[in-house]
């Protein structure tokens, strides 16, 4: 694809080297943190639904930590998951994408269509870090016979970040509680920023 091969030629954006290296260091979720979350499960059961496989659903609430100095590696390791989910550089993107769609068939396209194309899968998935786009591609490789459609690669990467995302949102909401119970007014405050985003159209970044 002309478009993302010129991508994946550009020194700026990526080359083979350069794909090589923005491989993100692997994160995995400390023990204790862990533990704070199972903390904070109030019901667990399964579901057996008539269609579907059957899956374990919870009731979750964030616990009370007083500990300032649980609190502060908490708010750490909340950083560090900010960056594990950083959306990929767009031309790494192109070019991981690129990498993929070579391993199959594909029919050329006029330059007008491929930047179009190119545009598509940047735009699609955009918003996903780099190890999951290069763990859809890889479980694509490996599991699949032909080209991958864009929605595809959306719902594999959309399983790749789910459990992370949700240890994202729990973290948040164990901080937030803390923040609530050492600050009498957080609620207050919240509850006027959350009025004054609704009036506007949109959510407060990270309300529940």
Request: hydrophobic letters at 45%; proline letters at 6%.
């Amino acid at each position: 694809m002309g478009v993302l091969q010129q991508a994946s030629r550009d020194p700026v954006h990526g080359s083979g080297s350069a794909l090589a290296a923005e491989q993100p260091v692997a994160w995995s979720l400390p023990s204790w943190v862990g533990v704070l979350i199972e903390r904070g499960v109030v019901e667990r059961r399964m579901l057996f639904p008539e269609s579907g496989p059957a899956r374990c659903v919870e009731r979750w609430e964030a616990p009370l930590i007083e500990d300032d100095a649980i609190l502060e590696k908490l708010e750490r390791v909340s950083r560090e998951l900010s960056v594990w989910l950083e959306p990929a550089e767009r031309g790494w993107l192109l070019a991981r994408v690129l990498a993929l769609l070579s391993h199959f068939r594909s029919d050329r396209h006029a330059a007008s269509v491929e930047q179009c194309i190119a545009d598509d899968w940047a735009e699609d998935l955009g918003e996903f870090p780099a190890w999951a786009i290069e763990e859809a591609a890889r479980h694509w490789r490996r599991t699949r016979r032909f080209r991958p459609q864009i929605n595809e690669m959306r719902e594999l990467c959309e399983a790749a970040i789910h459990d992370v995302r949700e240890v994202e949102r729990r973290i948040a909401s164990m901080l937030r509680r803390a923040q609530k119970t050492r600050n009498p007014m957080a609620p207050k405050i919240e509850a006027v920023l959350r009025s004054t985003f609704e009036r506007m159209g949109a959510s407060p970044s990270g309300a529940d």
